[in-house]
């Protein structure tokens, strides 16, 4: 048996599949970082033992299943919802404003009643109610 004396040690170390690795998780990082999730930015309130002696106005908004609006069970449309919301506002600046949307209404008109809310600076809650009841 010969033992071959010409060889050269390996000291060399193929870094492809590193790299090729390296470049996928490259990618895949800059994928999740700069991709962003739209919607809309709620601040869940934080709760409190102590019970609330303060009593301030509520409305009750429904949205029906038709596109309509209900407030506090009047008919409304949504350029008079926001100026009654502006004047309960004005009476109190605490009041809040409960939304209520029918399972079978359009959810884009349900985000209409939100962005209102929103945009007058309305305390709201939306409202929901259990599956099959």
Do not use: W
């Not at 908004?61 to 038709?66: A, S």
């Amino acid at each position: 048996m010969q033992v071959n004396t010409d060889s050269k040690p390996y000291d060399t170390i193929n870094v492809t599949p590193m790299l090729d690795l390296a470049y996928v998780l490259l990618v895949v990082f800059i994928l999740m970082t700069t991709a962003s999730i739209q919607g809309l930015t709620i601040s869940m309130p934080k709760p409190s033992n102590k019970p609330s002696t303060e009593k301030h106005d509520l409305k009750v908004v429904q949205v029906m299943p038709d596109g309509s609006l209900l407030l506090n069970g009047a008919g409304v449309s949504l350029g008079e919802l926001e100026a009654r919301l502006i004047e309960a506002q004005g009476r109190d600046p605490k009041m809040s404003v409960a939304i209520k949307g029918d399972a079978a209404t359009q959810y884009a008109k349900v985000i209409a009643v939100v962005d209102l809310c929103n945009r007058l600076g309305v305390n709201m809650g939306l409202v929901t109610s259990r599956i099959g009841s």
